[in-house]
Every structure is written in C-alpha cells, then in structure tokens.
C-alpha cells in the first residue's frame, strides 16, 4: 500500500543520533554509523523525528509501505518504560491519531500494564493540548444563523475546528451523536449557501480524494466516527468531476466495516454551484 514514511538521506547523516530518542516507535536504528528506518511497520510517518535532525537528513515520502502495526510499535515501546510509553500516547493525541491510540491503550490492557497517572483520559484531551496549533480542538459560540438579513453579513455556521480529515479527532465532543458532513475542499467555494443549507446544525470534516496522501487514516477515522462517536448520519457533498467520486466510495468503504450502520446521504455539486443530485445510497 502506498503510505507516508520517512526517508533518511545517507550522504546527509552524520551519525549524532539525536532521531533516536525521538522515535519511540523504535523504526529509527544507528547501523554502521548511520540512522536507518529499520522498518516500515513501525514508523507512523507522522514525522516526530524531523525537527531533532541537525544536517536536515530527515524528510518525508509517499511511497509503497508496509502497513502500519501500532501492536508491533507498542511490543517496543513498553520495554522502555513508562515515560516512553507516556510519549507515544501523547504524540498520537496531538496528532489526532484516535484509531492507533484506542489500540496502543488496548495493548496495553491486553498486557495487563497500567498508563502512566499523567496519560489518564482526563488528561489526554484538547485542553492538555501541546502540539500544532492547527490541529487543536476547539468549538465555537455562534452567532443566530437564522436571524441573518439575506442582505447583511452572514455569521458562519461553523462549530468547530479543526475540520481537515487529517487534523480532526474524531472522538471530539463535536462529533459524538452528531449529524455529520462530510464535504470536498471545493464544494464549498463553488456552492453560494453552503454554510445556511448544508452546514447549519452539522459537525464538519473535509478532504480532497484526488490530492490528499495517507487516505487509509480516513478509514480508520470514519470507522471511529461511526462505531465509537456514534455519528447519526453521514452526508458526503462532492463535485461533479470524476476524482471526487472517491470521496463517497471512501465513506461507503469505511461504513461497510463498521458493526453499527448509518444512513449515508450523497450529494453532487456542479462546477457552477447547482445540485445537481441529492440521494441516500
């Protein structure tokens, strides 16, 4: 499968070893003097390891991978002790990654270990957050939406942030029982009343099927978002170019994994902002 990993430049690695520490997943090894991505089932491709290399030896790379396995990541990280295991969990946190947390925790249940006292449910949410700003999650007090003089200045009837399938947690408070929309980045630059007849009273996420890398994370999190969040409804808004197809066959391929089952309402979008179909498949 093709997936986001590191890729570490030989001729650029001097050997310090700094990625080391920084990689509790263990994928990151010194061998023969140099750092080496030692396998591809441990790393996350989340990058925690990038900002610790000095010589800029350390990027990242689509490229056919093998399959992430947080129970492989987590058979290393235990034997490092708490502190390390108190690290990854808070990487995956801040990262959003709610599908890999929910199976480093269930390892960790599996084995009888104990999480660390300060990586307790009560802390491992968006007010302990630290990390990209971006990606903090966030809802919003707003304006009466209804009340708008079709004339005057339309309050946004966005709730809450972030929105990007990459950046969001799909076990926010936003998301729990709620109506979702699931939305193409353009359908709501190309449609006029997107936020007063499509929006209004939904939790929010968008994505790009044709541009977007590391799409199976949108699976996992689709799935939580149906079997854990315990979403009502689905709808998929989608233009009407071919690659945003991909969008809707992602979300009915997610939903058909899933033990409970959600109604899944599709709709299509022109280039000029018209509705062009509008069905629950």
């Given at each position: 499968?093709?997936?986001?990993?590191?890729n570490?430049?030989?001729?650029?690695?001097?050997?310090?070893g700094?990625?080391i520490?920084?990689?509790?997943?263990?994928?990151?090894?010194?061998?023969?003097?140099?750092?080496?991505?030692?396998?591809?089932?441990?790393?996350?491709?989340?990058?925690?390891?990038?900002?610790?290399?000095?010589?800029?030896?350390?990027?990242?790379?689509?490229?056919?991978a093998?399959?992430?396995?947080?129970?492989?990541?987590m058979?290393?990280?235990?034997?490092?002790?708490?502190?390390?295991i108190?690290?990854h969990?808070?990487?995956?946190?801040?990262?959003?990654?709610?599908?890999?947390?929910?199976?480093?925790?269930?390892y960790?249940?599996?084995?009888?270990?104990?999480?660390?006292?300060?990586?307790?449910?009560?802390?491992m949410n968006?007010?302990?957050?630290?990390?990209?700003?971006?990606?903090?999650?966030?809802a919003?007090?707003?304006?009466?939406?209804?009340?708008?003089?079709?004339?005057?200045?339309?309050?946004?009837?966005?709730?809450?942030?972030?929105?990007?399938?990459?950046?969001m947690?799909?076990?926010?408070p936003?998301?729990r029982?709620a109506?979702?929309?699931?939305?193409?980045d353009?359908?709501?630059?190309s449609?006029?009343?997107f936020?007063?007849?499509y929006?209004d009273?939904?939790?929010?996420?968008?994505?790009?099927?044709?541009?977007?890398?590391?799409?199976?994370v949108?699976?996992?999190?689709?799935?939580v978002?149906?079997?854990?969040?315990?979403?009502?409804?689905?709808t998929?808004?989608?233009?009407?170019?071919?690659?945003?197809?991909?969008?809707?066959?992602?979300?009915?391929?997610?939903?058909?994994?899933?033990?409970?089952?959600?109604?899944?309402?599709?709709?299509?979008?022109?280039?000029?902002?018209?509705?062009?179909?509008?069905?629950?498949?």
């Amino acid at each position: 499968m093709k997936r986001t990993v590191i890729n570490i430049n030989e001729d650029k690695c001097t050997g310090c070893g700094l990625c080391i520490p920084n990689c509790p997943e263990g994928a990151i090894q010194m061998i023969d003097g140099k750092a080496r991505l030692v396998s591809d089932l441990m790393c996350d491709g989340l990058g925690a390891c990038l900002g610790h290399c000095p010589e800029g030896a350390i990027t990242t790379e689509e490229r056919e991978a093998e399959p992430y396995d947080e129970y492989k990541v987590m058979e290393n990280i235990v034997k490092a002790g708490a502190n390390t295991i108190q690290a990854h969990l808070k990487h995956l946190t801040e990262h959003g990654q709610d599908h890999y947390l929910a199976k480093a925790k269930q390892y960790l249940r599996d084995h009888n270990i104990a999480l660390p006292d300060n990586a307790k449910e009560d802390t491992m949410n968006a007010g302990a957050f630290a990390g990209c700003p971006g990606a903090k999650t966030m809802a919003f007090a707003r304006e009466d939406t209804a009340a708008a003089d079709v004339v005057g200045k339309r309050p946004s009837a966005l709730a809450h942030w972030p929105i990007q399938m990459h950046l969001m947690s799909p076990l926010a408070p936003h998301y729990r029982n709620a109506d979702m929309l699931l939305a193409a980045d353009c359908v709501a630059f190309s449609l006029g009343d997107f936020h007063k007849d499509y929006l209004d009273g939904k939790a929010l996420a968008i994505a790009c099927p044709k541009l977007d890398e590391g799409q199976e994370v949108y699976v996992d999190k689709l799935k939580v978002l149906i079997d854990e969040a315990k979403i009502n409804t689905l709808t998929v808004m989608i233009m009407l170019v071919p690659c945003c197809g991909g969008l809707l066959r992602l979300a009915k391929h997610a939903a058909g994994q899933c033990e409970r089952k959600v109604p899944i309402k599709a709709i299509v979008v022109s280039l000029q902002g018209k509705i062009l179909s509008e069905e629950w498949v």
